[in-house]
């Protein structure tokens, strides 16, 4: 698509925020995983048409929640909720695309219940369209249509809205992956006919070109000459008219705002009842000046805390983690141990990861009092070294103990969790140290007895070379390389050098996730193909019962 549509605007890429919704229940005194969501949110930097756009990509859920009759209500009060913080949060519009899993395929949960029944295409499309109901009910919704009305329909072909540049372009989406299936067509076709030409000229001995005079319609594009619009376009309207209730688009914010924001407007000083199209009476200059403070919309920035870990970075990722541990859901007793698992995977973030090391004793620091040098890049002492380091007392003793009396300590409680922002921004600062420095490693050329100017560049090859002579067969067990393997796998997801990395498994780790994304590939192939199947075997049926 793009190699085809950049001259037209069509941007390479669409910086996204991906997030993973969990829902946990306790049932019998145990926390249990029943639900999940996977959304995409395109912020503010993102390029239009994505600009401030919201995809609910991914949902699943297990049959354990209690009481059975509020499961229905208690899903659509999380999608609710997750809209309206949407809403709040300046996205004007949430795209959904109801598929139900092709047979054999998971989308989140690992061996769910065999007595669960997944529920078929028009169930689900009723699902989401009670949802989106309530939604509007409640005020948080404004307005739902189709990706086909919106984008297909005579009044969107008048606005100019005709070329695929100008549609939403999600990940997974049903959309990127058809575009690229009729363009892949289009080009084998006209390949097909170039070929053809070139034997007939050769044959006729003439290089003149035959000029068709027919025109083309929207129905019956073909391959006519003089057609005014885009073939991928209007090839991708006839797979959809069919299904076009499967691709809902649902209206957060006002129209004007919409438009604000894909022309590139500044919408900062947007208030939330203008954003939605309410009109406010004048009534008293203060009043209109609280309002204005109080009701602007937001910047489509999420500033809540999040927890980063790659086994939920993606959902095929998820998947692969539970199959490669055996976490099923098909008995409760299993769902009880895998929620388990996964809590303390997600409570105990730094057990397989990087943690901060004394400078002195190379000890992990995981509890007491942490003193960080403010001077040094990437220098703590423990409890038991501070008060002889900075005193002088190891260093008449050893040159390597000393360290610059002019260097101020900052006192950090390892066990304080009452400040999670400070943890968290100091865990991200930590681990961009830790990859700066996996890279200089690496690179480094200077071995022996000579040492480098960089601080914990001899412990970091000495990490390096652990992993790499590790007699441990399993690498999973051995808390070093657990450690040292995250790392790189954080490097490789970060790593954009094309050709070979110097960085040791980078290439490994990057080749593994190209294989990843490709399961999902294939997975979101199989859901294209069908809802494309079933759609146009229930047109089929159609046109030969008007026959008989």
């Known amino acids: 698509m793009y190699k085809r549509y950049a001259k037209r605007g069509c941007p390479s890429e669409y910086p996204v925020t991906s997030k993973c919704i969990l829902l946990f229940q306790t049932i019998q005194g145990v926390d249990v995983l029943l639900f999940a969501m996977y959304v995409f949110e395109y912020g503010d930097k993102c390029p239009p048409p994505n600009r401030r756009r919201a995809y609910i990509s991914y949902l699943d859920s297990v049959q354990y929640f209690q009481p059975k009759r509020y499961r229905t209500y208690a899903y659509h009060s999380i999608l609710i909720g997750y809209l309206r913080q949407a809403k709040n949060l300046g996205f004007h519009t949430a795209h959904i695309w109801s598929c139900p899993p092709s047979k054999g395929d998971e989308y989140v949960f690992f061996c769910r219940p065999n007595q669960q029944c997944t529920p078929n295409d028009e169930m689900l499309c009723s699902w989401y369209r009670k949802l989106l109901e309530r939604a509007k009910e409640e005020g948080v919704v404004l307005k739902v249509t189709t990706l086909y009305d919106e984008y297909f329909k005579e009044k969107a072909y008048s606005s100019g809205a005709f070329e695929p540049p100008c549609l939403p372009y999600f990940e ?9 299936n009729i363009i892949k067509d289009l080009n084998s076709v006209k390949e097909a006919k170039r070929k053809d030409s070139k034997m007939s000229d050769s044959s006729k001995g003439s290089s003149e070109t035959p000029v068709g005079k027919k025109v083309g319609t929207r129905s019956n594009p073909g391959e006519l000459i003089n057609i005014g619009q885009d073939k991928v376009m209007l090839k991708l309207g006839q797979s959809l008219k069919n299904m076009k209730q499967n691709f809902l688009v649902v209206h957060l914010l006002s129209r004007e705002f919409e438009s604000a924001v894909q022309n590139g407007d500044d919408v900062k000083d ?12 004048s009534t008293s200059s203060a009043i209109n000046e609280n309002l204005q403070k109080s009701y602007l919309v937001g910047d489509a920035e999420n500033r809540d805390i999040t927890r980063e870990d790659e086994s939920f970075d993606t959902r095929q990722q998820f998947l692969n983690y539970c199959q490669g541990n055996h976490f099923q859901f098909d008995q409760l007793r299993r769902a009880k141990h895998t929620s388990m698992m996964i809590l303390y995977h997600l409570h105990n973030p730094a057990a397989p990861k990087i943690l901060q090391q004394c400078g002195a004793c190379y000890r992990e620091i995981t509890h ?26 190891w260093a008449q003793r050893d040159p390597r103990f000393a360290h610059d009396k002019t260097h101020s300590f900052k006192r950090i409680n390892m066990d304080d969790k009452s400040n999670p922002q400070f943890h968290s921004e100091e865990r991200a600062k930590n681990l961009d140290e830790h990859l700066k420095l996996l890279v200089h490693a690496t690179t480094c050329t200077i071995i022996g007895k000579s040492k480098c100017t960089v601080p914990r560049c001899h412990q970091m090859k000495q990490l390096l070379h652990h992993l790499r002579t590790c007699t441990i067969a399993q690498k999973n ?4 390389c657990t450690r040292v393997l995250s790392l790189l796998s954080m490097h490789a997801k970060q790593c954009n050098i094309r050709g070979r990395c110097n960085v040791l498994f980078c290439d490994r780790i990057r080749e593994r996730n190209k294989r990843l994304l490709h399961q999902q590939q294939l997975m979101d192939d199989r859901r294209r193909e069908a809802q494309n199947q079933l759609h146009r075997t229930q047109n089929h049926k159609e046109i030969s019962i008007v026959e008989v």
């Open 270 to 281: 947007w208030t939330k009842e203008k954003a939605e199209g309410i009109c406010i009476k």
């Open 368 to 393: 007491g009092i942490r003193y960080h040098c403010q001077k040094c890049s990437n220098f703590d002492l423990c409890q038991d070294c501070y008060k002889p380091i900075i005193s002088g007392a």
């Open 477 to 480: 067990t051995c808390t070093v």
């Open 172 to 180: 997974g989406d049903y959309i990127p992956g058809e575009i690229e």
